[in-house]
């Protein structure tokens, strides 16, 4: 839906407002340029609202619980039998924890006299990007834009994502109950740090790699740590696996993210993409 069609010009147009976007919008700003930054969702993107912090919330608070019920602490005299934890209320402390620091962006943002939509953008040209939103559709004329869309979770072609039984790193962590048993199929940190919270909750977690070792890249004497710490969770690792089914659900398929680009028209804008949605961009100085 187009209303009137009103173009407003702007010196420096962010698409996203995650960590990239909106520290760049910020930046822009204290440089004296008038800016505008559009994303469909409240600032902060992924990491704040729905991935990086709300994971390492509830990973503090799983810490402390499974601390607390150590058999090590009994031969101290510490009888710690009565400690137990409620998955809903470690959910609403969870998004207390978000809802704070998500507060603090939105202050930033305003503080720094930062122009916020809600909407979603794509280019009409090479200088120009059209915003759809909840008020209707706006263009908006730029000097600079700088995309920071982010990416969206990358899919497996033998398990599509339903939200229930498949799962996103994301939407493992807005389960309303604990599952009995858990897959979780991955070799970056955030199947490490999924595997880890579920396993101190007491969930039987199955943590399937597809690599030779259970993260890529890391350091093999590091891993082997790591590992034992694994083990004492009883989560069963294994290595160098192809999945193509799996029968215990849910799982949760962490195997990096594919870039957010779809739907935003950059052919028109004279940008090209690799096949999975990469930009094309100058050597970096």
């Not at 409240?42 to 991935?51: A, K």
């Not at 009994?74 to 969870?94: C, S, Y």
């Not at 740090?193 to 590091?222: N, Y």
């Not at 096949?275 to 050597?283: L, R």
């Amino acid at each position: 839906m187009v209303v009137g069609d009103v173009t407003t010009a702007v010196d420096v147009l962010v698409l996203g407002a995650g960590p990239g976007g909106y520290v760049a919008a910020i930046r822009a700003a204290q440089l004296g340029h008038h800016v505008t930054l559009v994303d469909q969702g409240p600032p902060g993107g992924t990491c704040l609202n729905r991935g990086c912090i709300p994971l390492k919330a509830l990973l503090s608070a799983s810490e402390r619980y499974y601390n607390n019920r150590q058999e090590e602490l009994a031969a101290m005299g510490i009888m710690t039998e009565a400690v137990r934890f409620d998955w809903p209320k470690m959910q609403v402390w969870k998004q207390s924890v978000v809802d704070r620091l998500a507060d603090g962006v939105r202050r930033l943002v305003a503080g720094n006299h930062i122009d916020y939509v809600y909407g979603t953008g794509w280019f009409i040209n090479a200088q120009e990007v059209r915003v759809e939103g909840e008020h209707g559709s706006h263009r908006f004329k730029f000097d600079h834009c700088i995309l920071a869309v982010g990416a969206d979770a990358a899919s497996n072609p033998h398990l599509p994502y339903d939200g229930e039984r498949v799962l996103t790193p994301e939407q493992a962590l807005l389960l309303p109950e604990l599952p009995d048993t858990l897959s979780i199929i991955g070799d970056d940190y955030i199947a490490l740090e999924l595997a880890t919270l579920f396993g101190r909750l007491g969930v039987k977690v199955k943590l399937f790699s597809p690599g030779e070792q259970i993260l890529t890249g890391g350091d093999p004497t590091a891993l082997r740590l790591v590992q034992a710490g694994l083990r004492k969770l009883g989560i069963v690792a294994v290595t160098k696996t192809t999945i193509e089914s799996v029968i215990d659900r849910p799982v949760v398929i962490s195997q990096g993210v594919s870039p957010h680009t779809a739907g935003l028209h950059l052919d028109a804008a004279g940008l090209t993409t690799s096949s999975n949605g990469d930009i094309a961009v100058n050597a970096m100085q």
